[in-house]
């Protein structure tokens, strides 16, 4: 299976070198089963059509859907385009970004920062899931959806993500807010290196603090897969 991998941003500072690109966090996640391409959308660079790879990631990005941005309109008209035509899975920009071009609604949140271990009551159920009732991942956004598209099914969300992880079950694409991709010491390292201007002291070592915890990054990389195994199957 070919999986497009579209990186719409990078770790900030020497994070970048110290830990990889995003594109290879989810090569890490899903494992060597694929066979990945990146392409790098803040610079332009987006596919051709759909069918180029058999499934999409969309990454995490330090940029919000609402900014000026030359890259975000044509990458909203690229998921349309590949909108049931391919698989499709968003994470946290990704998340958002799929919402907003299939006609939800994203803003910065009044809430503040999501930052740390965050866990999700799972409401609704599908295939490519097993049985739990909440899970606890890795997260960071202050941007969040609040009007789902048409569509979008909420399969999980807390009082402060209500739209964790949305399903769109006719076009095979799903989303999420938070980071499994995000292993807990480049979580802390980004944390760190945000220390003292997106976050305070006390909410810096409280994030840190939570994600000693165990998560389930292993079950969310199961799942992904496991959606991409049934989207793609013929």
Not at 31 to 51: H, K, T
Request: aromatic fraction near 10%; hydrophobic fraction near 45%.
């Amino acid at each position: 299976m070919r999986i497009g991998l579209l990186e719409t941003g990078e770790p900030p500072g020497d994070l970048l070198e110290t830990f990889g690109g995003y594109g290879a966090m989810f090569e890490a996640l899903l494992g060597p089963a694929y066979v990945y391409r990146a392409y790098d959308v803040q610079r332009g660079e987006l596919p051709e059509r759909p069918a180029e790879n058999d499934a999409y990631v969309v990454t995490g990005s330090a940029a919000g859907v609402y900014d000026p941005l030359p890259w975000i309109e044509p990458l909203k008209a690229f998921l349309r385009q590949a909108k049931g035509e391919a698989p499709l899975v968003g994470v946290c920009f990704g998340h958002q970004i799929m919402a907003e071009a299939f006609g939800g609604k994203v803003v910065k949140s009044d809430k503040g920062w999501g930052v740390g271990l965050h866990a999700y009551e799972v409401s609704g159920a599908a295939p490519w899931m097993d049985e739990v009732t909440a899970v606890a991942v890795p997260a960071s956004h202050q941007d969040q959806v609040i009007e789902p598209p048409p569509g979008a099914r909420v399969l999980a969300g807390s009082a402060f993500t209500p739209y964790g992880i949305l399903s769109y079950d006719d076009a095979k694409a799903i989303s999420m807010q938070f980071h499994p991709e995000f292993d807990p010491a480049y979580a802390k390292a980004l944390i760190e290196a945000r220390r003292g201007t997106r976050f305070t002291d006390e909410q810096a070592d409280a994030a840190i603090a939570s994600l000693d915890a165990a998560n389930d990054r292993a079950r969310m990389a199961e799942w992904i897969n496991r959606f991409l195994a049934r989207a793609v199957r013929p």
